[in-house]
């Protein structure tokens, strides 16, 4: 079965820390994106990736960065980890071209910052 | 994108249909719409999506009304496990877009025994 994997499923991490997200998929997917999720404000887009080495600002990218060395995985970099960055972050991979088949998501990694 | 405009709850019986409604006046032509679901504490799932034909898959139905404004997401026969958050979604099959797409607040769908 095709999945996204995210590597952690719960997360607690210390104000000012470094925080990185992984993600992996098997589906040989070109494009990568990553979401932040809130009650009330629904799902977010904070970057996302076409290609290797390739990324785009989502709506909200302050604070965040990515990475993409290899076609299946893609990081997702908390700079300075702040308390207004507690969130569930949810890693989804699609095909490049057309609406074939949507997004798959990842289950996502309950991020605690404390 | 479009703007998607959906009912925040909606309860339903187990075993009959769930009939899901979506407003979404501003689409365009290359916009399609697509549904996907979340179960608590789970990523969102894929169920289906349409240009402007109807569509069936083995989760559910989509409808389309001819004028594109809208359209109603079709659970046949719903189970205590359909209970979720529903999101009706138009994204850009193309363009600068590369698909992102852009989730609202979505239905909660409760169904009951």
């Known amino acids: 079965d095709v999945k996204v994997t995210q590597s952690s499923r719960y997360l607690v991490k210390r104000t000012g820390e470094k925080v990185f997200l992984e993600c992996v998929q098997d589906m040989d997917h070109e494009n990568m994106f990553w979401y932040r999720q809130d009650p009330g404000l629904g799902l977010r887009l904070i970057y996302f990736?076409?290609?290797?080495?390739?990324?785009e600002k989502g709506d909200i990218p302050e604070g965040y960065s990515v990475s993409r060395e290899k076609k299946e995985r893609f990081s997702l970099i908390l700079e300075s980890a702040s308390t207004n960055q507690t969130s569930m972050y949810l890693c989804a991979s699609s095909l490049l071209v057309g609406p074939l088949g949507g997004y798959t998501f990842g289950s996502g990694t309950r991020l605690t910052v404390v | 994108d479009a703007k998607t405009t959906q009912p925040p709850s909606m309860d339903c019986a187990e075993g009959r249909a769930a009939n899901l409604p979506c407003n979404h006046s501003?689409?365009?032509?290359?916009?399609?719409v697509y549904w996907y679901r979340q179960i608590h504490s789970q990523g969102p799932q894929y169920i289906i999506h349409?240009?402007?034909n109807n569509e069936t898959n083995e989760m559910a139905s989509l409808i389309i009304t001819e004028d594109r404004k809208s359209s109603t997401l079709i659970l046949p026969h719903a189970t205590l496990r359909d209970t979720a958050v529903y999101y009706c979604i138009g994204r850009n099959a193309g363009g600068t877009s590369y698909g992102k797409l852009t989730f609202g607040q979505g239905t909660i769908l409760t169904v009951h025994p």
């Open positions: 349409g240009l402007k």
């Open positions: 501003t689409i365009s032509g290359n916009e399609y």
């Open positions: 990736s076409y290609d290797v080495k390739m990324k």
